[in-house]
């Protein structure tokens, strides 16, 4: 079974620019998470997707950060602009059905540097 | 507020000593579940054990125990006989609500 998949891997861009991540979750996997660790802490969510819809993006700067899941499956998060303080890893994970509950498969993770 | 305060923030052993990695989290739900997740030098975290609220027996896998306490809010992990392999950040998190908060990790290092 393929796992999480991301793209690209490492990114480095100015500030101020815009950047765009992708995420190709687990076949059938309803649920999909992005999240942000910042260097030295723990992953922090971004937004939650079941299918097609968000589920929770109580935690996503609007004015900078967007994400969709058009058709169910695959996603992407775009940061427009870029600053500084987003220089991160962007991991995305998925989970079977729709419970948190449940053990999240994560992937390797997007590595931005924002100069 | 902090929900999962893992108190190291690094440890380095020699191989074979034993570690053990200290969990404490907060929440007034009654159902919730705790889990440990491995991050290898890779980047990918790898999920290690899941526990609900109402189990509260030890788990033993391998080199692998962990010991919840509900009377101290503790979820602690311990690898037994360490290896190099064993090197890496160990996340341990609370899911309430259907979702998961992480601590900040603790980075173990095992020497040869």
């Known amino acids: 079974e393929a796992g999480v998949a991301q793209s690209p891997r490492y990114k480095i861009i100015e500030k101020r620019q815009s950047v765009a991540f992708w995420c190709n979750p687990i076949?059938?996997?309803?649920?999909l998470y992005w999240y942000q660790q910042i260097l030295g802490q723990g992953p922090k969510l971004l937004i939650q997707?079941?299918?097609?819809?968000?589920?929770?993006d109580s935690q996503l700067p609007k004015d900078r950060f967007s994400a969709e899941r058009l058709k169910g499956v695959d996603s992407t998060l775009k940061i427009q602009p870029a600053k500084l303080e987003d220089s991160a890893v962007y991991l995305c994970?998925?989970?079977?059905?729709?419970?948190?509950?449940?053990?999240?498969?994560f992937g390797p993770g997007t590595r931005l540097t924002v100069l | 507020a902090q929900k999962v305060t893992q108190a190291q923030t690094e440890i380095s052993v020699v191989e074979k000593e034993d570690v053990t990695l200290d969990c404490v989290y907060e929440t007034r739900d009654t159902t919730y579940y705790l889990f440990w997740y491995k991050q290898p030098p890779s980047g990918e975290l790898v999920f290690l054990i899941r526990r609900n609220s109402f189990d509260e027996q030890n788990e033993i896998s391998g080199r692998y125990s962990w010991n919840f306490q509900k009377s101290t809010s503790s979820f602690n992990f311990t690898i037994t006989a360490s290896q190099v392999v064993d090197s890496a950040v160990y996340f341990c998190a609370l899911a309430e609500d259907y979702k998961l908060s992480f601590g900040a990790g603790t980075t173990v290092t095992v020497r040869a």
């Open positions: 994970a998925s989970i079977l059905g729709s419970g948190g509950y449940n053990e999240q498969f």
């Open positions: 076949s059938g996997h309803a649920t």
């Open positions: 997707f079941q299918n097609n819809g968000v589920v929770d």
